[in-house]
């Protein structure tokens, strides 16, 4: 079975500093990572993925995530929020073998960027 | 519209009854995909299709829940004799063809919310 952990329901950060949402994971194998962000009332909207190959990877609006294998983590990070970025982020895991292609989600983390 | 298209946006219906619920994916996209999110949760896998057949259903939560993919693009999720617990938003997502860039990436739709009153 696969599954998501993202620790923390809310995560408030500053304008201008830097975040971090926190992502671990449980997978047969290798894992395929995905990060999704939602605003109110809307669908999911990809942001970035790990596959394979560099452990950093770089996304949409200046996200990026580090891919930790012995960590089993995949925090999604960025440099200076801003307050647009406010909004529901979720992590995501398939196994990249024999899992099928479902996506396994975790619960989701608010983000909160205050002036 | 490049998008996946989910109709309608909303739905409200009464206890017992039948609801159909539509997704458009992205044009060419041959993997189609079923998740429901109930409030405060994260998505939940349904379904999903590779072309016209089920590929892997084994996320439906009992008989009640159905969906086609006739031709291998429009799919319709049915549910029948709607309960309370039905109600969700129910997102749908697409993904390329197997061997292209970016095929493991599953673009959602914007989903419709299902009201069983």
């Known amino acids: 079975a696969q599954s998501v952990a993202q620790p923390e329901d809310q995560v408030n950060v500053a304008e201008g500093n830097p975040l971090t949402v926190k992502c671990t994971y449980s997978?047969?194998?290798?894992?395929?990572l995905f990060w999704y962000v939602q605003y109110p009332n809307r669908g999911l909207q990809f942001l970035l993925k790990y596959i394979t190959g560099d452990n950093l990877v770089k996304g949409s609006y200046g996200f990026e995530a580090e891919f930790n294998k012995s960590q089993t983590s995949f925090h999604l990070k960025k440099p200076s929020a801003l307050v647009s970025d406010s909004a529901l982020y979720f992590c995501a895991v398939r196994a990249a073998t024999g899992g099928g292609n479902k996506l396994t989600f975790g619960t989701g983390t608010q983000l909160k960027v205050e002036l | 519209g490049a998008g996946v298209s989910q109709t309608p946006s909303n739905k409200v219906t009464e206890k017992g009854k039948y609801v159909e619920l539509r997704c458009d994916p992205i044009s060419g996209h041959t993997a189609l995909y079923w998740y429901r999110q109930s409030l405060g949760q994260g998505p939940e896998f349904l379904i999903y299709?590779?072309?016209?057949?089920?590929?892997?259903d084994s996320g439906l939560p009992n008989d009640r829940f159905f969906a086609v993919r006739p031709e291998g693009s429009v799919s319709t999720l049915k549910i029948q004799r709607t309960e309370r617990g039905d109600s969700a938003m129910y997102l749908c997502?697409?993904?390329?063809?197997?061997?292209?860039?970016?095929?493991?990436?599953?673009?959602f739709g914007p989903g419709t919310r299902l009201t069983v009153l």
């Open positions: 997502a697409s993904s390329s063809t197997p061997g292209l860039a970016g095929k493991y990436t599953q673009y």
């Open positions: 299709f590779q072309g016209t057949g089920a590929a892997d």
């Open positions: 997978v047969s194998g290798n894992p395929y």
